[in-house]
């Protein structure tokens, strides 16, 4: 009867060992945690103007949508410069290299996508040195073949040295 015991409780704990092993396998083959990474800078180009530069780096088999998409579709990457202050932003936003035109099974739409690094940029003028910052939010979402994240938030803040 005691060998019965001790038979079934290694039965049970290996049993508990291999769910355990099978549940930490299963997350760990999840999602990478950011597939999409971002890395904001700001560069004087002259005594009075700069640039913002911000650049994306998106991981293998994923893809980060791009700025102007349909509507009913996933959500395009937006970027929010009101946050700033002590300066005034000359022109649009640009992107480098130019996004991707695909047709998406999943939403049945014609997107654009970035599947790979891609950097953004936009000049500014500096209205006011002492509180020169340029801040704001990148609002994103990037799939791969087999899942969506969902969409996400970025928020960022640099100040502008200008140098005299």
Avoid at 22 to 40: E, L, S
Avoid at 101 to 108: A, N, P
């Amino acid at each position: 009867m005691k060998i019965y015991r001790n038979m079934n409780r290694i039965i049970k704990l290996t049993i508990s060992i291999l769910l355990s092993l099978f549940f930490v396998t299963t997350i760990n083959a999840q999602a990478p945690a950011n597939p999409i990474r971002w890395r904001v800078n700001v560069k004087m180009t002259s005594a009075t103007e700069g640039e913002v530069i911000i650049k994306s780096t998106i991981d293998d088999g994923w893809h980060l949508y791009g700025m102007k998409l349909p509507k009913n579709g996933p959500q395009p990457t937006e970027f929010d410069f009101s946050a700033s202050k002590g300066v005034s932003f000359i022109g649009d936003l640009s992107a480098s290299p130019a996004p991707t035109r695909y047709h998406d099974s999943m939403f049945d739409l014609d997107l654009t996508c970035w599947s790979s690094a891609v950097t953004f940029r936009r000049k500014f003028k500096v209205t006011d040195a002492a509180t020169a910052v340029v801040a704001g939010k990148i609002r994103y979402m990037g799939c791969n073949d087999q899942n969506c994240m969902p969409p996400k938030i970025e928020t960022f803040s640099k100040k502008v040295i200008v140098k005299k």
